[in-house]
């Protein structure tokens, strides 16, 4: 079986992605002495090598790979050593240029960048598994070896390749899925428009066409695609197994970032043996330690609740924004312990040492531009010694206090074209569903929707528009038996093949909410309405309004203008033992707050009300004991209430009573007892 934290590491993982191949040698014997001076415990190499492994076709040139291995191990650096199937070199495409991914508007992308790559394309996929061969032959059992890293972040920059041999391998992957084109025909209800097919040979891709193509076509496409891109790293994977046993294989997703929606994580996370998470802030005006709190859970959930790793994340700015802002002081660390607080085994970046050229050069590193008399350096060495204090949180897991539910064929269907409102975003209500349970100092984990649910008292739906009939009988048991269930609108509406569920809206959840839908009624730009509460209490709404029909539920909230005026806003349901709540507009965030402040009374959750807002405080526990993680994310010094005196482990000092969390800073108690 192979291991499933990093071979050799007696510590948090603390270090980067590290490309000496851009540097001379003479370099390399400064980086490793810069990497003892931090702390670091591992980097992460030959990601993008393939070139210089294999200058010429089935010519390797492993010697300076050698060397840099050996100079790594003897400096105590554990390596995370890549397959460099991202980034094929100039010669492979000469010979394969159909390896080269083509666009749904049919255009074939050029080598010059990294991750041009058709996964159906079999000549790729050779080259990949020799190349991956010839990798593990050489280092499966090298003393420096820590893990495998296949490939590079899946699923981008190309999600999905349209070209014929991806139109041939669609074909072979329905023929499996369906059996039949019938069952096909049936799944993408092709009796619309005509579009029916005779064989299967008549199936393509779902190309540029005039108008709106069919949407389960569309939705089978991304699974294909998913499904592709994940049969290429479990060949990687099982080599990696065969040739060098027990070292774990990972390779590195992007769980929370909304550009990369192609994947699906659920299914990931099972092929992995060590769940890793790349993370970058995106600037777009929000905190982005929410943003960052609610990546991390879901790593953490990905990885069914296991230690996880996070491998990338930045010093300081990145350079593919539009804009891309510097750290503050500081925050560099809250972010990296915010990351290990939610159950990161260590803080890894892209990446160790600046590069002068390429198209990452203004991105931030460890070692920056200006070298070592800089801020980012020191709180690189801060953050070394302060990872290197926490060794014994290792295998301690995050405590969650409720759930919110994630799917990511969900997200898939929900952006599919001609909806009731292009307004709607499911992820923006994921994400403020999220931010309120964070400012209650709430941790969330994330469940699919068929997941076994029972140990929470509070589930929320923040907008699940595919729900299968499995996942809706799994929510009305879950309330049966004493759940307290939230779901916003616009959930439960069709099934796994994007069909409207029997009957009126939302199919998959009228009983467990006791209401049906008869009319969705988005609202215009910049249009809001009014919503009141039988003790006078007044919620705003916008995007989206819904005619709801209560079919035992009682009304909560009730809409006070607009087109829905005087119909139900807000509904509760008591079925069973438990409660489901259910909104049918888009709350701004204080509506939200009430609505989950309702929610959590009939859940019997009693959060902290004791800390400021920002002020993040979450628990490890496990064999080794419990730690309280707080990070003050404010200007002004904090005071944490504790219920345990205990041990500070970056300051060592005892605390008692409250703990004292200076503006901007991080500490970690190991809780007595
Ligand atoms: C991704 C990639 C890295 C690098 C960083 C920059 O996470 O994996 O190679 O490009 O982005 O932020
Ligand atoms: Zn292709």
Redesign the pocket.
Known sequence: MPETTPRGLTRLAFGG?YNPEQWPESVWHEDVRLMREAGVTMVSVG??SWALLEPTPGAYDFGWLDRLLGLLHDNGVRVDLGTPTVAPPAWFYRTHPEALPVTAEGVRYEFGS?AAICHSNADYRAAAATITTRLAERYGDHPALAMWHVH??YG?PVSACYCDSCAAHFRRWLETTYGTVDAVNDAWGTAFWGQRYADFGQINPPRLTPTVGNPAQALDYKRFADATMRENFVMERDILHRLSPGVPVTT?F?TALSQCDSVDYWAWGREVDIVTN?H?LITDGRRTHVNLAMAADLTRSVAGGAPWLLL?H?TSG???QPRNPAKAPGQMARNSLGHVARGSEGAMF??WRQSRRG??KF?SAMVPHGGTETRVWREVVELGSCLGSLAQIRGTRTEADVAMLWDWHSWWAQSLAWRPSEDHDARERADAFYETLYDRHLTVDFAHPEADLSSYPLVVVPALYLMTRAAGDNLRAYVENGGTLVVSYFSGIVDEHDAVHEGSCPGALRDVLGLTVEEFSPLLPGERVRVTGPDGSELGGDVWTEFVVPRGAETVWTYADGLTAGHPAVTRHRLGEGTAWYVSTRLGADGLDALLGRAIEDARIAPRTDLPRDVEVVRRTGASGSYLFAVNHTVTDAKVPLDTAGTELLTGERTAGRLPVPAGAVRVVRLDG
């Open positions: 992605d990601i993008f990294r590079n972040e981008v590195n992007m790349d970058y990338e930045s990145v350079n593919w892209f990446q198209a990452e991105h």
